[in-house]
Structure formats: structure tokens, C-alpha cells
């Protein structure tokens, strides 16, 4: 008799475990769901071994998982992969997760620990366009209405979101906006734009230094959502009086650590 081919998708032994928890079972599902997202499709010894279990009893996992549709084997190809059901789940929690709703507590933080005006923006092709404000109690301060739009050039969001795009979508965004001046500080050359955004890049959140407006400054940083675009930015502006350069350096840290909150609540990685 000849032996048949046991495929790659399939375990040596499928033995039920003798000792085995809910709360276990539960855990080792929960695992080779996470190790499954890595991959694209993945053979069961090759999972199993990345999870630490023998392959039988990843793969009475993986059948259990299969029936309720969370992940799906391929006969063909003997590989498995992320199913339908844990897209509904993830995508449930996304669409629970609103992208105002998630900054709202990051920006008060962020006006407390700064003393300063905090910022939400979302971009819209050349432009950002500022969607909430938590305004501090200084008497001067900054103040932008939901709506307000400005060219990425000139704004602290919008320099943070800049910082981030390939070079061949950079230029052509600018190419199509153009740099218009707004004060003597405005970037207005590509030289001195590509300059300030290989810095925002460096240390993760941008100077806008009275470049929109004559005395008041601002520091952005980008955030991302769970497929890892850059979609809005937040930012902290005031007076430039109260934006030294060693207040600057501290700011700048605060502002990326509320925008990358941000990030992470929204599903993505900072």
C-alpha cells in the first residue's frame, strides 16, 4: 500500500491533549492568532514552531478557530491564513474607536502639561485642517476655529506630516501647492523645507516658528492609523515668547508622546 503525502497544513498526530484548560486553550488560540497575523500564509509546522506548541495541538486549535471562521486553510496551497471573522473583530473595534473621541483626553493632557493651546488636525490633500482645540486659561493665546486650514508648509502639523512622506509624494504635493509666504520666517524655498523636514524627522515633531504668524509658534507631531498612514497630527501653540528653545526641546517630546496615544488607540504604531 502506498503511504499518502501528508500535506504542510496538516499535524504528524492529531491526538487530543489530555490536560488542557479553558483559560489555556483560550491563551494558545489567542497566540497562534497573533502569529498568524504575521504572516501572509504560513504552513502549520512552520506556526507551530514559531509558537512553541507540537503541531497537533496547534492544529486542534486552528480547526476550532476555522469553524467559527477566524482563520481559513487552504487545500491547494496547504498554508493558513487570517479568516473573515477576525477582520470583523478588528474592524469592530475600529469603528468603534473615533478619531476625535481618541485625542480628546490625549489634548487635555497635553494643554495641562504644557500650558498651552493643544491642536487636532486631519489632512486633506496639500492641506491640514484643524477639527478640535482644548484652549489653555493664558489670557494670550492661541485660538483656531474647527475648520481652519492651512498649507502643510507653514504649520506644525502639517510640517510633522510632511516629515513623514516619500520624497517622489513630497515633491509632488508641493509641486502642486506651491510655497507661498506668510511671514519672514515662512520656509519658502524647497532647500529650507527639505532642510526642516529632515530634522522633524530625526527627532519626531516639528518648529513652526512664527512661520504661519508673526509671533506665535507651534510644535506638531504625526499620527497613524491602524494601516500605518499618516492621517492628522497634534500640536501645541502659543506666543513665541513662551516657546524658547529649551521649553522647545521638552514640548516637542510632549507633544510626540500625545500624538503616538493617539496612534496606538487608533490600532497603529508610532
Known amino acids: 500500500m502506498s503511504e499518502v503525502k501528508r500535506g504542510r497544513g496538516r499535524p504528524r498526530s492529531a491526538k487530543p491533549e489530555s490536560s488542557s484548560s479553558t483559560v489555556q486553550a483560550l491563551d494558545r488560540g489567542i497566540m497562534l492568532l497573533q502569529a498568524l497575523a504575521q504572516h501572509k500564509a504560513v504552513s502549520l509546522s512552520d506556526l507551530a514552531l514559531q509558537v512553541g506548541l507540537p503541531a497537533s495541538s496547534a492544529h486542534r486549535l486552528l480547526m476550532t478557530l476555522q469553524q467559527h471562521d477566524f482563520v481559513d486553510f487552504d487545500e491547494n496551497t496547504q498554508l493558513w491564513q487570517v479568516g473573515i471573522e477576525a477582520f470583523r473583530v478588528g474592524s469592530a473595534y475600529l469603528s468603534r474607536t473615533n478619531f476625535l473621541e481618541a485625542a480628546r483626553q490625549p489634548l487635555r493632557d497635553l494643554m495641562q502639561a504644557t500650558g498651552e493651546t493643544a491642536n487636532l488636525a486631519v489632512v486633506d490633500q496639500a492641506e491640514v485642517v484643524f477639527v478640535a482645540q482644548v484652549e489653555t486659561a493664558h489670557p494670550i493665546r492661541a485660538f483656531f476655529s474647527a475648520g481652519t486650514r492651512a498649507l502643510m508648509h507653514s504649520s506644525g502639523i502639517g510640517k510633522a506630516l510632511l516629515a513623514q512622506m516619500p520624497k517622489p509624494k513630497l515633491e509632488a504635493l508641493l509641486k502642486t501647492a506651491g510655497l507661498p509666504q506668510y ?4 520656509l519658502i524655498t524647497p532647500k529650507a523645507l527639505y532642510a526642516d523636514l529632515a530634522a522633524t524627522a ?5 518648529f513652526d516658528q512664527q512661520e504661519r504668524y508673526e509671533g506665535m509658534s507651534c510644535v506638531g507631531a504625526a499620527i497613524r492609523n491602524a494601516h500605518g498612514d499618516v492621517v492628522g497630527g497634534i500640536s501645541v501653540s502659543g506666543p513665541s515668547v513662551r ?7 521638552v514640548i516637542g517630546l510632549q507633544v510626540k508622546a500625545a500624538a503616538d496615544q493617539v496612534t496606538h488607540t487608533l490600532g497603529g504604531k508610532a
Request: glycine share 6%; aromatic share 12%.
Open 183 to 186: 511671514t519672514a520666517q515662512t
Open 243 to 249: 516657546f524658547d528653545p529649551q521649553q522647545v526641546a
Open 202 to 206: 530625526s527627532r519626531g515633531w516639528s
